[in-house]
Structures are given as structure tokens and as C-alpha cells.
DNA sequence: CGGATCGTTGATCAACTTCAACGGTCGTGG
DNA sequence: CCACGACCGTTGAAGTTGATCAACGATCCG
């Protein structure tokens, strides 16, 4: 399974067999159990996460007190808050593993190292994050475009299987509505299927 | 003013004079004139814009034909339709000029061999793109932190200069609201200053 | 078996939209 | 340089969407 990032690395640039191994060594392995926590809102985010197998989910409090959900990764995604890495500032998120979860895991320090080293994971990370930003973009527009109930509907038609894999309340907490709010929605939606 | 971009660079990545020239002549540059068009959703986004002078917004058309703006690029900020200009494929985006502006251009190709033959804008655009990721990470929990009427104060005490600058019917557009709401906030906030 | 957690229901309420209409201002053509 | 039309901001009434609150049943887990 270690060469699963290596492999997610060689998708975006070349390096050789030497090099791999070298820039493996900046990585610690990690794993966490179910609801543990990487990440405390108020600490800096001195890590970046990159998930082999398992879900995270980053998420911040409201005055209200409740948990609002902001970010999942999964299998071969990047997460940090970018923001407090980037700045080694307090971060105004935590991190939580939603499921049994493991991952590769690199210090701000050590991917400044990194990519002082190997030039070609300045274009590795670039591509990530252009990606990642790309995302964003895309996500924006969604957020402007649909009302709830259709942001729903177009995140089960996108993610079938990852709607089954993770409670209802925390969906519900990604796109921003209620519990009460997705009861009423999957109620509709199965009294009156399309 | 074509110094601008080359400072950019240079305050994040170290560049000599000569390689300074050689970058500077994979851009153009391009003035345009307000409401001037320069991308149209539909086609492909072909080009990276630098602001040096003036103000870009990204929009899309809504279902009922609206025009909603997701983002805004002012001096020193890159801006594209990321997935588009990735993927070279149909962006759902448009962008215009909100004033006059100055940019400096690159095409996909052409940025592609820039970063090949300068690995050091690798590191630059890794910058670029880390820095706008964050701050879209930012932007997500602020639209789901608060209501559409705190958004337009933190809006205007965020950005005071800005919100003076462009008209309020872009504004309302840019925080997901109607003019008439923005008008009703507006009232209110006069009525009873904090 | 017992307690916490999760999903559901229904009633009420707040935030924001929609629509129609009006006054001011800005820029453009004559 | 003036007049006219288009565009912009504002108002108010009525309508929607989604939140809140309180309560209940089911399920999971120790």
C-alpha cells in the first residue's frame, strides 16, 4: 500500500526508482480509528494529509455550536486547511477520521524540504492543487446554482456509493441544511419518485 | 507596469534577469475595455489572466437567465476557468471586464513549456494555486458560517475600497443575493448604524 | 436490558425571493 | 449642450425555502 502514493506521484510526474524511495522517507505512514481526531480547531495544521484507504472530513464550529462539515477526502485525495499550513497559523478547523482510516502524512517543514530537493514535486503539488482549486471552482458554482434540496439530489447522483458509506447527519452537514431538512427532502423523494 | 508580473514572481521565487526576460516573452499583454468580453461559456478557456490594472469577474447564467458572478480579480490576482483551461474542454463560466484592465495573457501551451524549460515556475504557480485554494477553503465556511445579509458587512469591512468600486448590482450578484434584498440590508444598516 | 445516538414528524418562524412599480442619474445622439 | 432612453437603486406586498423546536421511535452497542 505505500505504493500508492508513489503510483498517485507517477501519475502526475516521473521519477525514478532512486528518487521514489528518497522522497517516500519524508512521509510517516498513519493510522486512526473511527471519529479520532488529526486536527483541533485553534492549533496550527502542521500536516498534510494524503488518504490511502478510509474518509476524512474536515469541519468547523458555528456560534451555534454545531459541527458544520466543510470537506470529505478519501481514498487519494489531499487534505490540509491551507490556510493554517501554509502560514503555520491557528487553524479555525478540525479534522476527524469518519471512518477506520489510513494515510501518508508530511510536515510543512519536511514538504519544504521535499520540494527543495526534488524539483519534480513542486510540479507534483502545483497539479494537486490546481485540481483541488479547479474543484473549488466548480464547487462555488454549485453551492450558487441549486437550492438544497437539488444539491441533494446531484451529490447522490454523483456519489452513489459514497452517500451509502457515510451517516446521513454528517451529508447533511456537508451541504449545509438541517437532518430535519434531508428527512423531509427523502421524503418527497420517495413518495413521488421521478 | 510589465515589471508587475516579474515582482510577482520574484517574491516568490527566485529569478535572474535573463531568465526574468526569457519567461516575460511567453505572456502577452492585453488591454481591454469595460464590459469587454473575454471568455464565453461554451467555449474553451484557452488562456491564464494576470490583472495588473482594473477588475475581471467570472460568471455564469443562471437557469432564469441571470448572471451570477463568482469571482472577481483585481490587481495581482490570477484568474481562469481552472477546469476548463485544465482539461482544455467547454467552460460553464464567462468572464468580463468590470472596468477598464490591463492583463497579461498565457496560453495553456504556452504555460506548459514555460514551466518545463523554468522548473522554478513550477514553484511559482504551486504558490499561486496553493494560496487560491486556501482562500477558497476560506470562502466555502464563510458561506456556510453566516447569512447572506453578514456576508455583505464582513464583504465591506473586508474590502471597503472594493465595494466602492464596483456597482452594487455586481455586488449582490458576486454575495448570491438580489439588488432588492441588498437594498433592504443597506436600509436597515443606515437606520440603525451599529 | 438500558442509554445514547440517529432518523423522523409536524408546527411555527425567519431569511430571502419574486414581482411590479417608481424616481434618479448617467451617457449618448442629435 | 440638452433631451431622451436605458440602467440602477429602492419600496412594499406576497410567496418560498429552509431553520428551529419539541417530541417520538428505532437501532446500535455496551
Keep these: 500500500m505505500s505504493a500508492q502514493l508513489i503510483e498517485h506521484i507517477r501519475s502526475r510526474t516521473s521519477v525514478d526508482d532512486k528518487d521514489a524511495a528518497a522522497i517516500l522517507s519524508f512521509f510517516k505512514r498513519v493510522k486512526l480509528s473511527k471519529k479520532e481526531s488529526l486536527l483541533d480547531n485553534g492549533t496550527v495544521c502542521r500536516s498534510h494529509y494524503f488518504v490511502l484507504k478510509g474518509c476524512l472530513r474536515m469541519f468547523f464550529i458555528t456560534e451555534k455550536g454545531v459541527e458544520q462539515t466543510t470537506q470529505f477526502a478519501i481514498e487519494n485525495w489531499w487534505l490540509s486547511d491551507y490556510m493554517s499550513f501554509q502560514t503555520q497559523s491557528a487553524s479555525e478547523f478540525s479534522i476527524q477520521a469518519v471512518e477506520k482510516t489510513e494515510m501518508m502524512v508530511i510536515d510543512f517543514q519536511a ?13 507534483y503539488f502545483r497539479m494537486v492543487y490546481q485540481k483541488a482549486y479547479a474543484a473549488a471552482q466548480k464547487r462555488v458554482k454549485y453551492m450558487y446554482e441549486h437550492s438544497k434540496e437539488e444539491q441533494y439530489h446531484l451529490f447522490n ?17 456537508y451541504l449545509g441544511f438541517t437532518p430535519e431538512y434531508l428527512s423531509e427532502i427523502r421524503k418527497k423523494t420517495f413518495l413521488k419518485p421521478v
Tied chains: 1, 2.
Design 111 to 123: 514538504q519544504e524540504k521535499l520540494m527543495a530537493d526534488f524539483p519534480a514535486m513542486d510540479k
Design 157 to 173: 447522483e454523483s456519489f452513489p456509493e459514497f452517500t451509502q458509506r457515510i451517516p446521513q447527519y454528517l451529508l447533511a452537514s
